[in-house]
């Protein structure tokens, strides 16, 4: 029986995992600072490696989502050092050039990875349309007051992100694989809260906010400034070229990706 490590349990993509591993014939840990009513769950936390050693003794494979902290090299050292694989939930980010240093957590985690001696996957999801949960307040309002609403996203459901996971960690093939993970379609921003309208019945529009405005915004809200920039300079990229759209998901999984008014649809108890 193969087991698997899955870190970040309680979270939207660490818990659609342990679901989607349920009846896979795997014996599943849930790794959680607080593992209580998790099943399989196990106590550990990213931020304190030595906690590790516990959840990792006698794992297989290592389904790993990092969480906003700092990297911590120890935690790959010790996953390398008890599992034979592992499977990164990253981002749409470049390979690394020879001597390149990264420029982001997820390039850096990926050098991590490739250089432990692990067997590695990594999964770059390129968007997640549960960022779009960040809207409710203002949906509830009515309207959603951002820059670039012609910007076209290929947001994709954590379920399938999930599934995806599930699959790779259960069969074979998939070593040294970069899948990068989009929903079905690139849909305009101001769409997606048309739909997310029309799924509560009711109507939301987009207006458009200044870029300048919602720099200040954003830089306020994340405490972030270069990172604010650097989405808001994607967004206006996403006006005039859309955001690419993959066929990972139905090539790996046999079946289309879900739509943004099916994830709509299963999140509106969310912006009711």
């Known amino acids: 029986m193969q087991r698997i490590l899955v870190t970040g349990a309680t979270g ?7 679901t989607a591993l349920a009846g896979t014939g795997a014996e599943v840990r849930a790794l959680a600072r607080d593992p209580r009513g998790l099943p399989g769950g196990v106590a550990g936390d990213l931020a304190e490696p ?4 516990p959840a990792l003794r006698g794992v297989d494979s290592v389904f790993l989502l990092w969480p906003g902290l700092p990297v911590q090299p120890r935690v790959v050292e010790l996953i ?3 599992a034979h694989r592992v499977v990164y939930l990253s981002a749409d980010v470049a390979d690394l050039a020879e001597g390149e240093r990264p420029s982001s957590f997820h390039q850096e985690i990926e050098r991590l ?3 432990s001696g692990v067997s590695w996957t990594f999964l770059r999801a390129i968007d997640f349309a549960t960022n779009t949960l960040a809207w409710a307040g203002q949906i509830r309002k009515g309207v959603v007051r951002l820059p670039y609403g012609r910007a076209a996203r290929s947001l994709i459901h954590e379920r399938d992100i999930a599934e995806v996971a599930a699959h790779v960690l259960t069969t074979p093939g998939h070593d040294g694989a970069k899948y990068v993970l989009t929903g079905p379609e690139s849909i305009p921003q ?3 809260v048309r739909i997310i309208g029309e799924v509560l019945g009711r109507e939301v529009r987009w207006a458009d906010l200044s870029p300048e405005v919602a720099l200040e915004q954003f830089t306020a809200a994340w405490g972030d400034r270069a990172f604010a920039e650097a989405r808001l300079a994607a967004w206006k990229s ?3 070229t859309p955001e690419r759209v993959t066929t990972t998901v139905s090539d790996l999984l046999g079946r289309p990706a879900r739509d943004f008014r099916r994830w709509a649809a299963d999140h ?3 912006f009711a």
């Open 50 to 53: 030595g906690t590790l050693i």
């Open 113 to 115: 990875i490739r250089g």
């Open 190 to 192: 101001a769409d997606l």
């Open 12 to 18: 939207r993509v660490g818990g659609q995992v342990v």
């Open 238 to 240: 996403f006006v005039d």
């Open 268 to 270: 509106a108890a969310d």
């Open 80 to 82: 390398a050092e008890h």
